[in-house]
């Protein structure tokens, strides 16, 4: 089975960044396109960046010019860098990535990570 596991949430002040990581372990043939989300107290989860394979990089209208998404392909990591951080931006930051297994290298499938808790407050 696939893990994505995020690091690098915490607390930081309004202004302050955070650099978040998701590193992907297992039965990996291949990782595809990897993407962050994040989901607010009582909202909805909502789709924050998103990276292709060869690192063409989109963003939410709410992050863009705040936040850099990258990616590691040798360490099967994605990054996020957020810079900026508001009250707003606090929520539990989820990656998101669509690898193929040795158990089946021809099926794309999504895969979750638990999500790494960001809290900006002063």
């Known amino acids: 089975q696939v893990q994505l596991v995020e690091s690098g949430g915490g607390l930081v002040q309004p202004g302050g960044s955070l650099r978040l990581s998701c590193a992907a372990s297992?039965?990996?043939?291949?990782?595809?396109?990897m993407g962050w989300y994040r989901q607010a107290p009582g909202e909805q989860r909502e789709w924050v960046a998103h990276?292709?394979?060869?690192?063409?990089?989109t963003y939410s209208d709410f992050v863009k010019g705040r936040f850099t998404i990258s990616r590691d392909n040798a360490k099967g990591t994605v990054y996020l860098q957020m810079n900026s951080l508001t009250p707003e931006d606090t929520a539990v930051y989820v990656c998101?990535?669509?690898?193929?297994?040795?158990?089946?290298?021809?099926?794309?499938?999504?895969?979750w990570g638990q999500g790494t808790q960001v809290t900006v407050s002063s």
């Open positions: 990276i292709t394979n060869s690192d063409r990089a």
């Open positions: 998101n990535a669509r690898i193929a297994t040795f158990r089946n290298i021809r099926r794309i499938a999504d895969y």
């Open positions: 297992g039965s990996i043939f291949s990782i595809n396109d």
